[in-house]
Every structure is written in structure tokens, then in C-alpha cells.
């Protein structure tokens, strides 16, 4: 029901665009999260879009704010995750997840809330 894509290969400084899909199924979706996990971590929420009336609440984690942009394409039924001046550390497999009713914000991060998940999709920025 949900599929990632977007992942590469990337230098340090540049940009990738993460999207995930969310079809075939009648549920909808109030909150989407990308989550990433990078080779001997734990998995890391990385920002949340919730639906809220007509717009969206966002929310990132610290590392990734001001460089990362999560936003909903209504037309195409997708979060997409825009990532701009990446760092090698931002080398991960990132995933999406879903619930049909919104958390708080200040849980949205926490991957125990979520019961749909996508495949991952792999991120490597270069040095």
C-alpha cells in the first residue's frame, strides 16, 4: 500500500527527492512519516506530514531541519521528501509509514505509532 521511491547516489551538497506512494487500498491516510536507518543504528524519524483540514502540519527531526522539506501532492497522492545539502550522514535506507488518524506532533517521530509501512529506498551521499 505504500511504496518509496527516489533513493541514490549522491555527493555531499547535493540534492535528492524522496516520494511515497500511497495506493491501492480505501484507506486515507492523515499522517505520513519518513523514517530512515542507517547500517548498525536505529531506525530514526526523520519528518512527518499531517494532514490537518485543508493543509499540513510538518515536523522534522533537528538534524535534518532547514535542509530537509516534506510536503503532500495532493494530485498524485504522495508525500514527497525534498533533501537538499546532504551530508554523509544522511546515508541511509529511508522508509515511509503511515496511520489513518494523526498522533500528537511531538510523537509523530516515534515509529511504534505506525502500522503501514513501505519498502525502503537507499541513500547514499559520497564524501
Known amino acids: 500500500q505504500l511504496q518509496a521511491s527516489g533513493g541514490g547516489l549522491v555527493q555531499t551538497g547535493g540534492s535528492l527527492r524522496l516520494s511515497c506512494a500511497a495506493s491501492?487500498?480505501?484507506?486515507?491516510?492523515?499522517?505520513i512519516t519518513w523514517f530512515r536507518q542507517a547500517p548498525g543504528k536505529e531506525r530514526e524519524g526523520v519528518s512527518c506530514?499531517?494532514?490537518?483540514?485543508?493543509?499540513?502540519?510538518?515536523v522534522y527531526t533537528d538534524s535534518v531541519r532547514g535542509r530537509f522539506t516534506i510536503s503532500r501532492n495532493n494530485a498524485k497522492n504522495t508525500v514527497d521528501l525534498q533533501m537538499n545539502s546532504l551530508k554523509p550522514e544522511d546515508t541511509a535506507v529511508y522508509f515511509c509509514?503511515?496511520?489513518?488518524?494523526?498522533?500528537?506532533?511531538?510523537?509523530?517521530?516515534?515509529?511504534?505509532?505506525?502500522?503501514?509501512w513501505g519498502q525502503g529506498t537507499l541513500v547514499t551521499v559520497s564524501s
Open positions: 509509514a503511515a496511520r489513518p488518524i494523526r498522533v500528537p506532533a511531538s510523537s509523530c517521530l516515534n515509529s511504534i505509532y505506525y502500522d503501514y
Open positions: 491501492g487500498s480505501s484507506l486515507d491516510f492523515s499522517l
Open positions: 506530514f499531517s494532514r490537518v483540514g485543508g493543509g499540513g502540519m510538518t
